[in-house]
């Protein structure tokens, strides 16, 4: 299992740049000091002991 997971996140679509919110160990994952109205793209990628992966692709949703 992934011992941390990279959670970046950008308001341009999907070409960056993007604004690095650390490392995480846990599932679940909430990004402070959003602007409401504006959409957000979000991509992970998983840490362990091999190495990194590839960064999934980005998903987007909009602050409320």
Do not use: H, Q
């Not at 997971?5 to 990004?31: A, E, H, K, N, Q």
């Amino acid at each position: 299992p992934p011992r941390s997971t990279l959670f970046p996140y950008t308001t341009l679509f999907r070409s960056g740049p993007w604004t690095d919110d650390g490392l995480f160990t846990t599932t679940r994952l909430t990004i402070e000091d959003l602007t409401p109205g504006k959409v957000y793209w979000v991509r992970l990628c998983a840490n362990g002991a091999a190495g990194s992966s590839d960064y999934c692709s980005p998903i987007s949703a909009m602050v409320v």
